[in-house]
């Protein structure tokens, strides 16, 4: 039997949380003297409201929170913020469609970036701050979740990542999932920090600095300007963002570790060596494609090249260029990118650099297996033998991403007309990227979608940020038989 | 060390087989009168002659043939088979280039069809004819392979599968090789004929029936007319042809059995039961998109629809319809069919039928094991337990399959423009199609493509026909080092 009402019960309180960080977005509007001071004051009061009601309803409630009542709250948290959130996009007509706001919300929490929006720079700065806080706390949110929370509830999927999480293993996590958790937020406040007063160090006024700041940490992507990062010409402030993408695309727990004076636990780690392989080797790539079929020169053919990569690897999707102007074969390398994702540990969505890493490595011991038959050559990480259960779950998480990527094509092509935006809008939307191909392209925006698209991409970005399973478990017919 | 004399020694009594074979499109060429008589007489007697010449510097070769050797013969004869066998289309000029005549005939012997020729109704009877026969000894050659001779060389990949392919078991062939191999090839021939006398009683004449029934039994789809099977406005034909395109995409075996009394082997293999539910679905919902999109009427809709299904499903190629002129969603259906491939056991390549049931099965599985983690829970097939290693071998397989396609993809586009062309070529050469999308649809061909682009195409033919791993295997460093 489940508990319902510590389910309930766990999100009141999480939904107070929400109608607090409200409070933001409402300085920031009182700041600027904005018209949609009142609509963060309404979405607040009825967050906090609606939050007061479910505690209320189940202050009895038992506090056993088993492994099920776990995979249902962190799969339906994303649903109630999603649709509290959304409020101030409604209230205020920044957003009329509702379809469109809770799209753009939950395109925020799960820090996916895809938006509807074709007006972005005549929108309000409070509704463009929470736009950007969203992706922040959703980024971080999901770093604590699989780090700190998911293996202390035992839940599967992700556990058996963080799990094999290097440098913070669980059994050093469990009997303080608090400090853990603190440690992490605390990275993540100083990283964004940061980078916010490099950024006006580079001439960006406070606005934008914290605001791009606030999404690249969580490799969320949502810009104050229409055009993106494009929108300053300046090397330095597209380097600063680069760097603190990569940053934002590593296991936060390798970052705490080398902060904390221990950087060779980073630079021994082979997700992270091959995260950073992963991008010079396209950066390299793309460099030499664009000087050979444009005059851009070195320098800015390499930084186009790194920060579209970077953008794309990292799942966070700004833009200082249209990939889709560029040679074929150079958008197919791009898009190729689309299908890796961030490190484990990090905030970057995707497929993830570990599970790639174990993959390869895994067809590589395959042949060895099909040579020799009779020997037991167990695949081997971070210099430790990997047990073939976990191997098998990665197997059938790629088996599975590529099944959803494809039946999920054929629904929106019922929707498009051409398989590059099917793809891409699907691809972006799962591996929570946000730009795609087509007409979904970095230039352009998803606001000509139908509704039904819409939703069915909102879900997929929850898919996706959950990493399949957790979901899909719910889903399934044996999760709810006992 | 490696026995290359016995290697050299069993490509050179194939070679002697293939010179034989050329004697047939002689035959045919004499009879129709035809200018292509002397290429054949040419192209025979050098293929016997370089056959000779193996056999005369290798006649002390060791008789034991290892694991490794069987690899190599398994894999290089294939590449002997298609440079001999393009020496008619060169000779003959009836295919000047030998860049195109090598794509031809690789394409002929892994029975993937894909062509380069515009101009098919020009071409003599002879030449027309061997390039039906090379599809039809690809054909039955993979089939003997895979279930009679890669199993008694205990060689990896495929043999997991004829270890696996019920029915005829490793154990009950091992001692029978020969009879094994003499009943599948009977199996065929006599299919290959009942097929050539129905498709003669509805109106098809005496060469158009025998080249149809040979690329049609070996899944490979060459036609002797340009526009394909569309040339016959006839649903007799059509329906025969699919009924055909059906059978040819079953296990043999489970087909011998049928035939032998024991038709309950068939209907209760789950291989098949789901090879025909794909058929099924896939028909339904495109008849029924059909039916909206056009005023076709029923029948033709669903004539039109299931000749489609089959022909991608089972990898033959033939076509009674543009499906690039559907509804963009039903050519997304048609496309996701390039991905499943025919039964194991049978003519068809790609993917195969079996590795999509383990697949789904393991990941319902693996959803169940995340629910209970502490339970073993085995995949069941066919009412067995599945070994572990065969799972991961599948799985192993998918994600190669996979990357291969992705990185060919890339490949691709340095010569063509869009991903529909590149995607769809490499789809279509990689699973033995045939016809792929865009610039190389149906009802277009591969003639314009860049040689480079031909050869890496009939590379991938070679990979997809022997499974990967085969190839794979010999590529890599590990198979060289003791």
């Known amino acids: 039997m489940l508990n319902y009402k510590i389910i309930l019960r766990t999100i009141g309180f999480l939904l107070i949380g929400e109608s607090l960080f409200m409070l933001f977005p409402l300085i920031i509007s009182i700041i600027y003297k904005g018209t949609d001071t009142s609509s963060f004051i309404y ?240 950066t390299a790539l793309l460099t030499t494609g664009l000087m050979l079929t444009s005059d851009l020169g070195l320098e800015k053919s390499f930084r186009n090249a790194i920060f579209q990569v970077v953008s794309i690897v990292t799942t966070t999707g700004f833009a200082t260029d249209d990939y889709l102007l560029w040679a074929p074969v150079l958008t197919a390398i791009i898009f190729l990118l689309f299908f890796i994702g961030g490190s484990t540990g990090s905030t970057g969505g995707g497929i993830k650099v570990m599970r790639i890493v174990l993959l390869l490595k895994n067809s590589y011991y395959e042949l060895r297996r099909l040579i020799h038959p009779n020997a037991v050559i167990p695949v081997r990480y971070n210099k430790k033998s990997v047990n073939q259960q976990i191997i098998t779950n990665v197997l059938a998480f790629f088996f599975l991403y590529v099944a959803v990527f494809v039946f999920s094509c054929l629904v929106i092509m019922l929707f498009v007309d051409d398989f590059d935006t099917a793809m891409g809008a699907v691809a972006s939307s799962l591996g929570n990227i946000g730009p795609g191909l087509g007409a979904v392209g970095p230039v352009e925006n998803y606001a000509f979608l139908h509704p039904a698209a819409k939703w069915f991409l909102s879900f997929l970005m929850l898919l996706g940020r959950l990493e399949l399973f957790t979901i899909i478990v719910i889903l399934s017919p044996a999760f709810w038989k006992r």
Not at 134 to 142: D, E, K, R, V, Y
Not at 152 to 173: Q, Y
Not at 193 to 207: K, Q
Not at 220 to 228: E, V
């Open 43 to 282: 979405s607040s009061l009825i967050t906090l409201v609606a939050g007061a009601t479910f505690l209320s309803f189940t202050y009895k409630a038992k506090k056993q929170v088993g492994k099920r009542e776990g995979y249902i709250i962190v799969s339906i948290v994303w649903i109630f913020f999603s649709f509290f959130g959304s409020l101030p996009f409604v209230i205020s007509q920044a957003i009329p469609s509702y379809h469109d706001a809770f799209f753009e919300t939950m395109s925020g929490f799960t820090t996916t970036g895809a938006s509807i929006l074709n007006n972005i720079e005549e929108l309000p700065h409070g509704i463009l701050f929470w736009r950007s806080l969203t992706q922040w706390l959703g980024g971080m949110g999901i770093v604590v979740l699989s780090l700190a929370i998911l293996p202390a509830f035992g839940i599967g999927g992700m556990t058996l990542f963080s799990a094999e999480a290097p440098g913070v293993t669980t059994e050093k996590i469990n009997p303080k999932i608090k400090d853990t958790a603190r440690i992490l937020w605390n990275v993540y406040l100083v990283f964004t920090l940061i980078e916010m007063f490099l950024l006006m160090f580079g001439g960006m006024n406070f606005f934008d600095a914290i605001n791009h700041s606030l999404t690249t940490m969580a490799t969320g992507g949502y810009s104050t300007k229409q055009t993106s990062i494009a929108y300053w010409d300046s090397p330095y402030i597209h380097y600063i963002i680069t760097f603190f993408m990569i940053l934002a695309g590593t296991n936060f727990s390798l970052s705490y570790f080398a902060i904390a004076g221990k950087p060779g636990k980073m630079f021994r780690n082979e997700e992270f060596k091959f995260y950073i392989l992963i991008i010079l080797t396209a």
